[in-house]
């Protein structure tokens, strides 16, 4: 809701597509620069106290923007410096929250059907909000949406502060920030499964999941529709995202899913090219639920992975390597695309990043046994898979299958 209102209030004062740019750019540079510093910090916190400030932080920012605009005082300048702000505490706060999802969950066995369960509710609002968000402003106005938001912060630190019997977290001892920073690269490095699957998720973010920015031109000049044939265009990659999501809470296993990570970025470029292709408006749509559905399965599978392998102490500086790879690469891409679009158009700037995509896909599976042999003696570990080397059943079955 909030961020549907943001832009519409921004595009009323000014009606500058650059303005509008600008705001969501400032929202999301600060991950670029600041999360690995972040993940040092999340990994010396109290992760469930990092929760609560982060959304106080979070509602005071709300309020203070609903304050500003039902006063009939806000002007571009605030609106620009209180998206920046949510930018930074986002920053923070996103590994602090993924971080401090293993001490929510009793079994690790049940962590991916956590992490794909809370991106299902994530999805599901972006789904309704911005229907939601638009009959509040067509009925009161924007900063109602702004209340609203710094409202429901009161049931979300509630909740927080409900929470008991949290399985304990692992908290660093203070030390140079810069030790703590190569140690955690050297971390990520030297693992070839985390390296690989961050680098594949932070070209994907890249070069395919800045395709949504390019939607208003295929809408209006490509597919010959405006505003609505653009709801449904978004609609549609929400409805795939959404299924993708679904599909992973009620998945039994994490085995399984290195191997997701590549058809997922196939499934996207392949979506990708067909859609710079389409002129035909129910063809286009069912390519966007394509898009969407790859694009979650890459977002969430390597989330997934990630929380399943990585040592506690080190929890924070790779989840906030992750948050760079989606929230801090796809600004950048965002640029690149719009910059392309202006010189080559739309739908070959599309086929141009999906065909990436493919090349991203087909180089990551040339990763993918490095990727198992790093995988399968931790899941041998965590009891997610047997020992076939010490139990010849579990060999024969493992052939069968």
């Not at 796809?330 to 141009?352: C, E, H, K, N, Q």
Request: with cysteine.
């Amino acid at each position: 809701m909030t961020r549907l209102a943001a832009s519409w209030l921004v595009y009323r004062l000014t009606d500058s597509a650059f303005l509008l740019g600008l705001a969501a750019f400032l929202g999301q540079i600060p991950a670029l620069f600041l999360s690995p510093l972040a993940g040092v910090w999340v990994d010396r916190w109290d992760r469930h106290r990092a929760m609560v400030v982060s959304q106080v932080l979070a509602m005071i920012q709300s309020l203070a923007l609903a304050a500003l605009t039902l006063s009939h005082t806000v002007n571009i300048p605030w609106i620009l410096f209180l998206t920046f702000v949510q930018g930074l505490i986002n920053t923070f706060e996103t590994p602090a929250r993924q971080s401090f999802v293993i001490q929510m969950v009793e079994d690790r066995a049940d962590l991916g059907n956590a992490i794909a369960l809370n991106s299902s509710v994530v999805n599901a609002g972006r789904l309704v909000g911005p229907a939601i968000a638009g009959m509040v402003i067509a009925a009161v106005g924007e900063g109602y949406c702004f209340l609203i938001d710094g409202l429901s912060y009161i049931a979300v630190v509630g909740s927080l502060m409900a929470m008991k019997d949290l399985r304990p977290g692992v908290r660093n001892p203070p030390r140079h920030v810069g030790h703590e920073l190569s140690e955690g690269w050297r971390y990520i490095v030297s693992s070839h499964a985390i390296r690989w699957i961050l680098l594949m998720l932070a070209l994907v973010s890249l070069i395919g999941m800045p395709f949504t920015v390019l939607l208003p031109i295929m809408a209006d000049k490509v597919l010959g529709g405006g505003a609505h044939t653009l709801g449904f265009l978004t609609a549609a990659t929400g409805l795939g995202a959404l299924a993708a999501a679904l599909l992973l809470a009620v998945r039994k296993t994490v085995v399984g899913l290195g191997r997701s990570l590549g058809f997922s970025a196939l499934l996207l470029g392949t979506s990708l090219i067909l859609f710079g292709l389409s002129r035909i408006f129910w063809v286009s749509m069912g390519l966007m639920f394509c898009a969407g559905y790859g694009m979650m399965q890459q977002i969430v599978g390597s989330n997934t992975i990630l929380q399943t392998i990585v040592a506690d102490d080190k929890r924070g500086r790779v989840m906030s390597f992750y948050s760079l790879s989606v929230f801090g690469f796809v600004p950048i891409g965002s640029l690149i695309a719009g910059g392309m679009a202006a010189r080559m158009g739309a739908p070959t700037t599309l086929m141009f990043g999906g065909a990436l995509c493919v090349l991203a896909s087909v180089w990551y599976f040339g990763r993918l046994p490095s990727i198992r042999r790093v995988l399968r003696p931790v899941y041998i570990e965590q009891g997610i898979i047997q020992d076939t080397a010490q139990d010849p059943a579990a060999l024969l079955d493992a052939k069968s299958r």
